[in-house]
Nanobody, 124 residues
Framework: QVQLVESGGGLVQAGGSLRLSCAAS????????MGWFRQAPGKEREFVAS????????YYTDSVKGRFTISRDNAKNTVYLQMNNLKPEDTAVYYC?????????????????WGQGTQVTVSS
């Protein structure tokens, strides 16, 4: 069973930056797409960004385009999310996951058990 461990969250002021990491451990891991989701208080979990195995294609939800950058290191089974110019509305618990395929907009069905997530809090 693959385990996901997210890290890198914290408390920052609006306009600040954070870099999230998600390490996958366990059995051989080579999913086609990896990505990030987030869940704000009182809201459903939503798609944030994804990246295919080669790294050639990345996808973002509209609200983070131009501010967030997703990347992955397949050798380390790790996916990253660089978040710049953070806004209070980015406050949420961030989770990573993976899947065997994605839509043309990069949205995918997560197939792994969710990790504990990492809290990102942006103050105004």
């Amino acid at each position: 069973q693959v385990q996901l461990v997210e890290s890198g969250g914290g408390l920052v002021q609006a306009g600040g930056s954070l870099r999230l990491s998600c390490a996958a451990s366990g059995r051989s891991f080579s999913y086609y797409v990896m990505g990030w989701f987030r869940q704000a208080p009182g809201k459903e979990r939503e798609f944030v960004a994804s990246i295919i195995r080669s790294g050639d294609s990345t996808y973002y939800t509209d609200s983070v385009k131009g501010r967030f950058t997703i990347s992955r290191d397949n050798a380390k089974n790790t996916v990253y999310l660089q978040m710049n110019n953070l806004k209070p509305e980015d406050t949420a618990v961030y989770y990573c996951n993976a899947g065997p395929s994605a839509t043309t907009r990069g949205v995918f069905l997560p197939v792994l058990n969710w990790g504990q997530g990492t809290q990102v809090t942006v103050s105004s």
